[in-house]
């Protein structure tokens, strides 16, 4: 089991243990206000090392750097215009920017797979305070086993990696709920969505002013090796678009609408019975992580919408979905 700390409790001794434990080159788990994330030192080789281990993640798939403020983030990545009005827009918030690598920057080549791009977000709340503090940006990818649904509370954390980690900061559940909207500005100025997230596409198009390019398909996006089809995987089968339930299924449907044969699930969730999107998104893992913990062999997905946050809750359940390795 982790320790953990719980920030409101005891804010004082969450910044300090988690300054403690960073610098001596181990990997916590904080929330920030997408998922929780399992932090270290970016600059730092052996606590790289330790999050692909602890995670069992690939090394070839890079990791998003965190920082504290714009100063810090400029230290070191490149700014084309338009990303700097993205990031004057929505930062700290759920955006990563896909930018060059400075060739001075001392964070560590394991963060971002040796390639010569960074992949940068200013997270909100506690996460950017104890960067501040520590005066290094934070690699951190999100707080799950590689391949597993991605942790949006202390306890789901706990459940997953709490026997290979020290610490876990408690921050209470993530708000948003999934992980950032990924975008990579191009040299020809077009804005490619790699990662629908919690920043909503339209909003991104409202203030760069273009067109967001999307993938064709989930796996034309595959930028870095390791946005692979399938992921967020529960131990049980999904099965998505249902519009009714077969014996022995649990269901995740949305906005209060009952399915035909649902009295003989055996879990009936909803992701937001007001059919509330950012309700759903906030639900949207913890609902995945209880229907497979029903016993259930197959989760049925009723459709949600596809608008706004909707793009990024059905992304990652196609994944969830998909044929597994
Ligand atoms: O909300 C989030 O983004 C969370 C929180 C903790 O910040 N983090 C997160 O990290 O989702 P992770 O590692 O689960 O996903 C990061 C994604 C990966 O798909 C990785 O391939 C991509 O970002 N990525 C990182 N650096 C990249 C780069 N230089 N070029 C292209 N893709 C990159
Ligand atoms: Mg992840």
């Excluded at 975008?183 to 909503?200: N, T, Y």
């Excluded at 022995?248 to 399915?259: D, S």
Aim: with cysteine; glycine share 8%; net charge negative.
């Amino acid at each position: 089991m982790a320790r953990q700390i719980h920030i409101g409790q005891q804010p004082d001794e969450a910044l300090d243990e988690a300054v403690r434990v960073i610098e001596a080159g181990f990997p916590i788990a904080i929330p920030t206000e997408t998922v929780y994330g399992l932090a270290a030192d970016a600059t730092n080789p052996a606590a790289i090392t330790r999050i692909y281990e602890t995670k069992g993640r690939p090394q070839f798939n890079p990791l998003i750097c965190h920082m504290a403020n714009m100063a810090m983030a400029e230290q070191h990545a490149i700014f084309d215009p338009i990303s700097r009005k993205l990031a004057d827009a929505f930062w700290p918030g759920p955006l990563t920017l896909i930018l060059p690598l400075r060739q001075e920057s001392p964070i560590h080549s394991l963060a971002t797979a040796g390639l010569d791009t960074v992949g940068i977000r200013i997270p909100k709340g506690f996460a950017g305070a104890l960067i501040e503090r520590l005066g290094r940006p934070l690699a951190a990818p999100s707080a799950n086993s590689s391949g597993k649904i991605s942790s949006t509370s202390a306890a789901h954390v706990e459940a997953d990696l709490g026997q290979k980690i020290e610490l876990i900061l408690d921050g209470g559940p993530a708000p948003v709920g999934v992980e950032s909207t990924i975008i990579k500005v191009e040299s020809d100025g077009s804005v490619r969505l790699l990662r629908p997230g919690g920043l909503v596409a339209d909003e991104i198009e409202r203030v760069a002013g273009v067109e967001i390019v999307r993938p064709a398909t989930a796996s034309a996006a595959i930028e870095a090796p390791g946005m692979l089809a399938s992921h967020y995987a529960p131990g049980a089968a999904v099965r998505l678009n249902a519009t009714s339930v077969h014996k022995g299924e649990a269901l995740i449907r949305f906005g209060g609408k009952p399915l035909t044969g649902e009295a003989d699930a055996v879990a009936v969730l909803d992701l937001s019975p007001s059919g509330d999107l950012a309700e759903a998104a906030a639900n949207l893992f913890d609902h995945l992580k209880r229907a497979d913990a029903s016993g259930a062999t197959t989760i049925a997905v009723a459709s949600i919408p596809n608008a706004g946050l909707g793009e990024a809750i059905n992304d990652r359940l196609e994944r969830a979905a998909a044929p597994r390795s």
